[in-house]
C-alpha cells in the first residue's frame, strides 16, 4: 500500500490562493490517473482535479480556470495550485489514485477555509 500525506492547507480569504502538496510513501508512477478530492461537512467526498501519467488533466466545472494539479512522478508528489478561492471551496483536501480499483488508503488530509 501507498500511504499519502497531504499539506499546505489554511486559512484564505476570498480570491486568495494556496499550493497544496501530497507526498507519497511510495511510486505514484503506477497509478495512471492520481487525484485530489475534497469534502465539505455534510456532503461526500468529491473529485474534482485529476492527471494522468501522460499529462491529460480533468476538473470539475467549479474549478476550472482556478485550480491547477501537477505531478512529480520522480519525488513522488502531487500537488493543487488553488486561485482565486472561494467560501464554496472549503473543505478538507485529500490525494489518491482516481481510479477505484487502485485506490490507496485515504490520509489525513488537509484543511482549506475560505472565509470572509
Known amino acids: 500500500q501507498v500511504q499519502f500525506v497531504e499539506s499546505g492547507g489554511g486559512l484564505v480569504q476570498p480570491g486568495g490562493s494556496l499550493r497544496l502538496s501530497c507526498a507519497a510513501s511510495?511510486?505514484?508512477?503506477?497509478?495512471?490517473?492520481m487525484g485530489w478530492y475534497r469534502q465539505a461537512p455534510g456532503n461526500q467526498r468529491e473529485l474534482v482535479a485529476r492527471?494522468?501519467?501522460?499529462?491529460?488533466?480533468n476538473y470539475i466545472d467549479s474549478v476550472k480556470g482556478r485550480f491547477t494539479i501537477s505531478r512529480d512522478d520522480a519525488k513522488n508528489m502531487v500537488y493543487l495550485q488553488m486561485n482565486t478561492l472561494k467560501p464554496e471551496d472549503t473543505a478538507v483536501y485529500y490525494c489518491?489514485?482516481?481510479?477505484?480499483?487502485?485506490?490507496?488508503?485515504w490520509g489525513q488530509g488537509t484543511q482549506v477555509t475560505v472565509f470572509s
Open positions: 492527471m494522468s501519467r501522460s499529462g491529460n488533466t
Open positions: 511510495g511510486s505514484i508512477s503506477s497509478f495512471f490517473t
Open positions: 489518491n489514485s482516481a481510479l477505484g480499483s487502485t485506490r490507496q488508503p
